[in-house]
């Protein structure tokens, strides 16, 4: 039985069906593709951009996730089904003590600078994202199904990672949890694609001079030949630009944000900074540098870090309770270290304290392989952490009292702060109020 108004071309099934074979129009018809700068060497120049790029994304993300020492647990822990994906963990050293500045900060600045190059890249194959059918074959369905997971998680880093350098953290989910799973995906499905079309990328390259290509104006810029891959438009329009011009536009998009942000990273740029929400100046008495949480952000009430204020150690020799005045007539140490946040931004200052071991020293607690740091801050993520038998016997970590040759303020964590060399710069703990060597969370 037929149902007569349904088989009508122009009734509801009619439509269906030229939908289903030719597509729903607009970016699904390659006809809607016609700029003449479209084609496997422009997009091969970008990939080769972002193969290298990303290869160092991919380390020093890797590289800063082992930083965080998810195997002391507690806090250090965000993401506890990780199984496998964690072999690579080793225990974070503690020199130089440059260390997690320069890869975290090279991870943020770079990650910023490729978004750019990202975009150029997704708008020069964008007729095959948008390629109908969407499924011809397994072995078409396979290559989607491994664009739309590369596509998809490098969005979702790049977007997690931008909004997190801006401090705004407007998901339901944890960024450290979030962009690391997302970064497992993307390494899956970036290695596919990087293993699928090599040989696409270097033939391409190698199709024409890229330094002979920088000289064509845009009057003689045409189109590519036509490409087994059909990037290249079947029905081009005149060019309105070069080559030469796309890639300036994209590049200038790329040093430019580069150049807006380098500031966080560097500490005598730092009023360049213009992107960055911690970057910019805070005027140039000893405590006028980056401040992450401040002080009245916290719940402790000020006179916590009074005269009440006493530092508890606990070792398995066992309790010591220490006050401020005490703690200055040990023996104090200066070192000039750095403070690197994971969202990029870094400083070094002149931090004044006792050493760690010292204290762990006084409960015999100096052989321990971690010590629970606890702050007076109640609740949230950066309360509590534990730092690794490694960091405490460092000669380099230190209880800061004082920074620049002043008391630490307020907001820098007065009383007293934790300050570990190399280590990101969540481990430096404000306000602290117990030390347990051999205890974690
Ligand atoms: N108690 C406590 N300690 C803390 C934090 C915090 O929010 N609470 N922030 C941490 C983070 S994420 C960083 S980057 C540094 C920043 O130190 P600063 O604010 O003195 O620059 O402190 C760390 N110590
Ligand atoms: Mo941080």
Redesign the pocket.
Known sequence: MTATADTSPTGLRGRVEHVVRHGPGGPFRERSWRSPLRGPWLTSVLALVLLVGLLVLIVTGLLSYAAYDPRLGGSNEQTPGRGALAFFLFTWPTSPAWLYRVNQGTHVLLGIALVPVVLAKLWSVAPKLFEWPPVASPAKALERLSILLIVGSILLLMVTGVMNVQYDYAWGFSFYTGHFYAAWVFIAAFAAHVGLKLPVMVRSLRSRSFVAEMRVSTKDTVAEPRDADHLVSPDPLPATMSRRGALAVVGGGSLGLLALSVGQSVDPLRPTALLSPRGQSYGDGPND?????TFGE?RIEPAETGSAWRLTLVGPSGTVVLRRDELLSMAMVSEELP?A?VEGWSTSQRWTGVRLRELAALVGGADEESVFVE?L?KGGA??THTLSGRQVRAARTLLALKVNGVDLSL???FPARIIVPAAP??R????VRTLVFGGSA
């Not at 540098?289 to 949480?293: D, G, K, L, P, W």
């Open positions: 540098f980056q401040v992450n949480t916290t403070i946040c702050s801050q950066f309360s907001d820098h964590g710069g969540v430096n703990t404000k306000w």
